[in-house]
Antibody
Framework: QVQLVQSGAEVVEPGASVKVSCKTS????????VYWVRQAPGQGLEWMGW????????TYAQKFQGRVTMTRDTSITTAYLQMSSLRSDDTAVYYC?????????WGQGTLVTVSS | QSALTQPRSVSGSPGQSVTISCTGT?????????VSWYQQYPAKAPKPMIY???KRPSGVPNRFSGSKSGNTASLTISGLQADDEADYYC?????????FGGGTKLTVL
């Protein structure tokens, strides 16, 4: 069965960087885009960007360009989200999702807390 | 790339029908048949309910249906049940971007 399993919660200081992983299984990793979506506490869903695991090509939301890097390691069918220069308003749950039939499968989410 | 516009809240009694609207632009909702809807319970990951405007993933009851007219998409839930009470988000592809709605809280009275 298709699964996306994300890395655990992180607490980082303002100005630091964080890297979240999304380990996929149950399908051919290189066939479908992986999206990243975040949700701040009490807020809605926000699209951050996507990566094509086959080519490594990426598309980022304008808001995050320059601060976000999405990568993948096809040998371990894992996608990564790295975000730098973190601020308190980056505190959120970060989700990865597979782009087939809409965002048909989601990871469980990773809480990133930005605090000193 | 402004967020799609959804009503903040809707409500209905068990057995009734409710419709949630989702208004975008001619660059996203109006341009592509790639509108999807997600149900989210508190502290849970979103669950896909509708994709490609009106298709239901396996396991989603046919009480949930989607449609689109111009720049506005809609999710209709018929035969409301208590466990339909959740937040619902629309989402649209826009070529070089993807955009979500602000979310609608559905209350089952």
């Amino acid at each position: 069965q298709v699964q996306l399993v994300q890395s655990g919660a992180e607490v980082v200081e303002p100005g630091a960087s964080v890297k979240v992983s999304c380990k996929t299984s149950g399908y051919t990793f290189t066939t479908y885009q992986v999206y990243w979506v975040r949700q701040a506490p009490g807020q809605g869903l926000e699209w951050m960007g996507w990566i094509d695991p086959n080519s490594g090509g990426t598309t980022y939301a304008q808001k995050f360009q320059g601060r976000v890097t999405m990568t993948r390691d096809t040998s371990i069918t894992t996608a990564y989200l790295q975000m730098s220069s973190l601020r308190s308003d980056d505190t959120a749950v970060y989700y990865c999702a597979r782009n087939k039939d809409g965002l048909g499968y989601w990871g469980q989410g990773t809480l990133v807390t930005v605090s000193s | 790339q402004s967020a799609l516009t959804q009503p903040r809240s809707v409500s209905g009694s068990p057995g009734q029908s409710v419709t949630i609207s989702c208004t975008g632009t001619s660059s996203d909702v109006g341009a592509y048949n790639f509108v999807s809807w997600y149900q989210q319970y508190p502290a849970k990951a979103p669950k896909p309910m509708i994709y490609d405007v009106n298709k239901r993933p396996s396991g989603v009851p046919n009480r949930f249906s989607g449609s689109k007219s111009g720049n506005t998409a809609s999710l209709t839930i018929s035969g409301l049940q208590a466990d339909d009470e959740a937040d619902y988000y629309c989402c649209s592809y826009g070529g070089t971007y993807t955009v979500f709605g602000g979310g609608t809280k559905l209350t089952v009275l």
